[in-house]
T-cell receptor, first 112, second 113 residues
Framework: EAQVTQNPRYLITVTGKKLTVTCSQN?????MSWYRQDPGLGLRQIYY???????DKGDVPEGYKVSRKEKRNFPLILESPSPNQTSLYFC???????????FGSGTRLTVV | GENVEQHPSTLSVQEGDSAVIKCTYS??????FPWYKQELGKGPQLIID?????GEKKDQRIAVTLNKTAKHFSLHITETQPEDSAVYFC????????????FGTGTQLKVEL
């Protein structure tokens, strides 16, 4: 089944403890992206990648890192999480350059 | 950068009625406008999209219209059913613009029996 897989689905962590949210797609898509979803704000792009080793900042990149060492994987790294990064995170991938994304099921992160 | 505004934030309709959700965008260079449906506990799912060289597109009970001059686009759902209840997001992007998709803030649609 064609899909975008994120792990974990739920995560509670403490301020300052580094964490990684993994994302993998099995559709051989070139384009991948991370979004965060907050009430009343919709989905905001954190980072995106156009191919292996090619990444760029979205609208809200502060406090996040990404890497794209392989085409299928696009992990999101929070080096020192803070409570304002408590949010619902979505990874997405696309075959096309226009943003017609397939989304994962989301990771609900709580930073206390 | 691009700014997408979406209205209304909540919409309640009776089963069988039509629902319309409207969005405006700010960047005249935007040329791709997808609509996503998000059900509870799931990620957004692409339901229909339109490009700037087309004024209207239909897929069964859903349709999208685009007015480039006014920079607004709308989602129309006819003969609504309870399973249409979800949050709907509009979005805009520039093809070739680094895959950057800007979303509206969402519309919670409730279809009542």
């Amino acid at each position: 089944e064609a899909q975008v897989t994120q792990n974990p689905r739920y995560l509670i962590t403490v301020t300052g403890k580094k964490l990684t949210v993994t994302c993998s797609q099995n559709m051989n898509h070139e384009y991948m992206s991370w979004y965060r979803q907050d009430p009343g704000l919709g989905l905001r792009q954190i980072y995106y990648s156009m191919n292996v080793e090619v990444t760029d900042k979205g609208d809200v990149p502060e406090g996040y890192k990404v890497s794209r060492k392989e085409k299928r994987n696009f992990p999101l790294i929070l080096e020192s999480p803070s409570p304002n990064q408590t949010s619902l995170y979505f990874c997405a991938s696309s075959q096309y350059r226009d943003g017609s994304y397939t989304f994962g099921s989301g990771t609900r992160l709580t930073v206390v | 950068g691009e700014n997408v505004e979406q209205h209304p934030s909540t919409l309640s309709v009776q089963e069988g009625d039509s629902a319309v959700i409207k969005c405006t965008y700010s960047d005249s260079a935007s040329n791709y406008f997808p609509w996503y449906k998000q059900e509870l506990g799931k990620g957004p799912q692409l339901i229909i999209d339109i490009r700037s060289n087309v004024g209207e597109k239909k897929d069964q009970r859903i349709a999208v219209t685009l007015n480039k001059t006014a920079k607004h686009f709308s989602l129309h759902i006819t003969e609504t059913q309870p399973e249409d209840s979800a949050v709907y997001f509009c979005a805009a992007s520039i093809t070739g613009g680094g895959n950057k998709l800007t979303f509206g803030t969402g519309t919670q649609l409730k279809v009542e029996l």
